[in-house]
């Protein structure tokens, strides 16, 4: 993908970040996520040959979650496998690079912190900070379906269905481009959220650039 240069030195060739251990990445490019699905409940169900329901329901929500994370623009996709005792810790990380219309300009980060935060939206905390990667917008947000109740019928359906959960978001400036690295992090463990986003905001700390061999 082509970025539009702002300044030099050109911009990076790629990121890195630091995951903990557990945490598996899902293929979301059509070509590739079936298998990647597949290899990731194979993992999940080893050893276990008695529940082929639960376990081809589990591969149809995994599917259905990587196809929504392409299709939302979405790089790479990873979720949490770690173990908490006999307990998996539910989590998951979407990758994504935001780019401005042809020919435009992205909105600064202070500007778009600006504009979150005029929207008072109850359980959201808006702020830029200064990651080792470079500036970066900081979005803390508290989902629960009782009280962010959606302004349609159709959408207050799907609601219905939805658990509390906890999202934090960091728009990460890519330096000497018009672009931003959106990392998009998500739990349903409300009843831990602030260990949770401690554990967020360590792998976001993590990020780094890489230059072209």
Do not use: C
Not at 64 to 83: C, H, I, P
């Amino acid at each position: 993908m082509t970025l539009t240069t702002r300044s030099e030195p050109p911009p990076p060739a790629d990121y890195q970040l630091l995951l903990p251990e557990g945490w598996f990445r899902v293929h979301i490019d059509p070509e590739r996520r079936d298998r990647s699905v597949d290899a990731l409940v194979e993992r999940q169900f080893n050893g276990i040959d008695n529940a082929p329901q639960i376990k081809a329901q589990v591969r149809q929500e995994l599917i259905d979650q990587a196809t929504k994370a392409f299709e939302e623009g979405g790089v790479e996709l990873y979720l949490s496998l770690q173990q908490a005792g006999p307990l998996t810790v539910p989590a998951s990380l979407l990758i994504a690079l935001g780019l401005p219309p042809q020919g435009g300009r992205l909105p600064a980060l202070d500007d778009i912190a600006g504009r979150l935060a005029a929207e008072g939206n109850a359980g959201r905390e808006v702020s830029v900070v200064e990651l080792a990667a470079g500036p970066a917008l900081r979005v803390r947000e508290e989902y629960d379906p009782a009280r962010d109740r959606p302004p349609t019928a159709e959408a207050q359906k799907e609601a219905d269905y939805a658990l509390p959960s906890v999202t934090l978001d960091y728009q990460v400036q890519v330096p000497g481009a018009e672009a931003l690295l959106l990392l998009t992090f998500s739990t349903p463990l409300v009843q831990i959220a602030d260990a949770m986003v401690d554990l967020f905001d360590a792998v976001a700390g993590s990020l780094s650039w890489t230059d072209a061999a």
